[in-house]
């Protein structure tokens, strides 16, 4: 076969699908819809990746979270298992562990700020230790971040996010103010540097106080979170055999029993996304098999019928000279341009939806370069696949028996 035969094909192919526009688009709806929603979906997904991805690398590459949990033997939505992690965990890690270079512990509820009559809905608030912003990396935009004499005196001092700031004091600063939180004024000394959005959840919905200012208003009895700095980055998995190792013996878990509490990285946080979102992936593929197998059964089924409808034509061109491979040839191209051209709708429909899901929230929804090929790839191989058996029927027909066919 050489380039001249192949764009022949390629012409008398696309001569008989255009002639039969309506037909065309009906065969391929299958396709388009498979393909559509594959595209769509990835380009969901994709964006959700990279919202993921750039989280929690704001959360520093090497910070490592020790958070309490429930052992995996304790019955499901029982809480009286969950023993709670506490300051004493917190400074031992700091002591005992050589490869931890800093430790943040903090605690989280949910409060209402107000200023002048003007309120936030609520908002995180977190009591945090001074070495918080380095660990967790949270940066100030304007003012100062807390300091060990706001810590210790418990003083009622506070730094606000940037969605928080807005909201209270519209377009000038907040530095300075005083807000109420929980029926105390709290001077504002710093505001962070904005951060953005992940899927729904603002960042910058977000207010810190000093942990011992927090625990005044809010007492102990609720378990602490502690981020931790290892000494290096290449130590980090060092750091974490340490902790978890002293963490079972000060809570006298024995060599057998499970953990009551977790030790994650960044690492082991995308692990975990990523394991969620392999579920989609799955619906990917059972929705693009089902929508390819009926595309792909609709294409056979239309070709049939147009090998049957051009039969004279196949006899009268095996009676001017023309080869078995090159019916053969016409009428694999004219099944794989159907596939093709059910693709192409498809991979617009769906960067059109994933255009949509992108302007409609602050999701990053994106097509990937590897899904436009794989769809094409996919597409061509369907074509083939489902054409083959009437393109070789067409191709065994006996030129004699073709023309008497009325």
Not at 133 to 160: I, K, P
Request: glycine fraction near 10%; aromatic fraction near 6%.
């Amino acid at each position: 076969m050489n380039r001249h035969e192949l764009l022949d094909a390629i012409r008398t192919a696309w001569s008989s699908i255009a002639s039969h526009k309506l037909r065309s688009f009906l065969t391929t709806l299958g396709i388009v819809v498979g393909v559509g929603t594959v595209i769509a979906i990835v380009s969901i997904i994709h964006g959700l990746n990279t919202s993921m991805a750039r989280q929690v690398e704001s959360l520093g590459s090497d910070v490592v979270f020790v958070r309490a949990a429930q052992p995996e033997d304790g019955r499901p939505g029982s809480t009286e298992r969950v023993r709670k992690l506490t300051l004493r965990h917190a400074r031992m890690i700091q002591r005992a562990c050589p490869h931890v270079a800093r430790v943040a512990p903090f605690r989280r509820t949910l409060e209402r700020v107000a200023f002048e009559g003007r309120k936030t809905g609520h908002i995180r608030l977190l009591g945090v230790t001074p070495d918080y912003a380095e660990v967790s990396q949270y940066h100030v935009d304007r003012g100062r971040f807390l300091t060990d004499l706001d810590l210790d005196g418990g003083r009622q001092v506070c730094v606000l996010g940037e969605t928080v700031e807005r909201s209270l004091f519209r377009n000038r600063s907040g530095v300075g103010e005083h807000v109420t939180i929980e029926g105390r004024r709290f001077l504002v000394v710093g505001v962070l540097e904005k951060k953005g959005r992940f899927i729904t959840n603002d960042l910058d919905e977000i207010a810190l106080i000093p942990l011992r200012t927090l625990e005044k208003m809010k007492g102990t009895q609720e378990s602490i979170g502690i981020n931790v700095m290892p000494v290096t980055t290449e130590s980090q998995g060092l750091a974490v055999d340490e902790i978890r190792h002293l963490l079972r013996r000060l809570r006298g878990i024995d060599e057998d029993d499970d953990e009551d509490f977790e030790i994650m990285t960044q690492a082991s946080l995308m692990e975990t996304y990523h394991s969620i979102t392999r579920i989609g992936y799955m619906v990917i593929r059972v929705v693009a098999s089902i929508s390819l197998l009926v595309g792909g059964i609709g294409i056979m089924n239309i070709m049939l019928v147009t090998v049957a409808e051009r039969t004279r034509e196949i006899g009268i061109r095996k009676a001017l000279g023309a080869r078995s491979r090159d019916v053969l040839l016409q009428f694999l191209v004219e099944a794989v341009g159907l596939s093709l051209v059910g693709g192409i709708l498809g991979t617009g429909l769906g960067v059109l939806a994933g255009g949509l899901v992108r302007l409609a929230s602050p999701l990053p929804a994106a097509v990937p370069p590897w899904a436009l090929g794989l769809a094409f790839g996919t597409c061509s191989a369907v074509g083939l696949f489902f054409g083959v058996y009437p393109a070789v029927r067409a191709a065994r027909m006996n030129p004699i028996e073709a023309l008497r066919y009325e």
